[in-house]
């Protein structure tokens, strides 16, 4: 009886897993450029971190749309829009520098959050 209690929940899980994807595939992915230092000071809610200068290589590790809509940002905005270009230069169509941090937190109606790895 057990097993197939843990049968079920795995089979639920893999759906789960399967089909994320497809439900959260309209949310955008906003994507903070600072350094971890920097990150450690605060952080966009829902925001992931991908240094500006490692951008091209761990944006491939995330297997999203070239269409996908992506908002960057850093302190000052500058970084981010570096970071823009970078992800435009390698086919990314909806990439979008939302500037510094304060400025992004408004644009996208988020709070700044403790940062946790």
């Given at each position: 009886m057990t097993f197939n209690i843990f049968?079920?929940?795995k089979?639920?899980?893999l759906f789960i897993v399967l089909l994320s994807p497809f439900v959260f595939a309209d949310e955008p992915l906003v994507i903070d450029v600072r350094t971890l230092e920097e990150v450690k000071t605060g952080v966009i809610q829902?925001?992931?971190h991908i240094e500006w200068m490692k951008i091209e290589e761990k944006i491939a590790d995330l297997n999203i749309a070239k269409d996908k809509k992506i908002y960057l940002y850093c302190r000052s905005g500058n970084r981010s829009g570096?970071?823009?270009a970078i992800l435009e230069e390698i086919g990314f169509t909806n990439a979008i520098n939302v500037g510094g941090i304060i400025e992004a937190a408004?644009?996208?109606d988020k709070k700044i959050v403790k940062y946790s790895e």
């Open positions: 049968k079920n929940l089979v639920k899980i829902d925001a992931i570096k970071a823009t408004e644009k996208l």
